[in-house]
Nanobody, 127 residues
């Protein structure tokens, strides 16, 4: 059964760091585009970052660019999100998702273009 499993969330003070992981089975992971989204209470799910199948193309939301780094290890079927200099407004449930489609920039920003999601991991940043 295809599934994604996120880990690495937690409670951290503003300015701190966390590293999220998203692990998948081999057939689930390669060669797909993957992305991170987040959803705060009362808000819609919003795009955070995405990475192409072989890691050569990456895109970030303006709100996280320069603070977050997305990466993937295709040998381990795992994607990562390194989050530095965290802010209280980063507080949300973070989800990893697998995108369906061929054109990277046309599919990554919208949740409807993702056909598989993890269960989410809570990130809480205190001020």
């Amino acid at each position: 059964q295809a599934q994604l499993v996120e880990s690495g969330g937690g409670l951290v003070q503003a300015g701190g760091s966390l590293r999220l992981s998203c692990e998948a089975s081999r057939r689930t992971f390669n060669p797909y585009v993957f992305g991170w989204f987040r959803q705060a209470p009362g808000k819609e799910r919003e795009f955070v970052a995405a990475i192409s199948a072989y890691g050569d193309t990456i895109h970030y939301a303006d709100s996280v660019r320069g603070r977050f780094t997305i990466s993937r290890d295709n040998a381990k079927n795992t994607m990562y999100l390194q989050m530095n200099n965290l802010k209280p407004e980063d507080t949300a449930i973070y989800y990893c998702g697998r995108a369906s489609g061929a054109e990277f920039y046309s599919i990554i920003l919208t949740p409807v273009n993702y056909d598989l999601w993890g269960q989410g991991t809570q990130v809480t940043v205190s001020s």
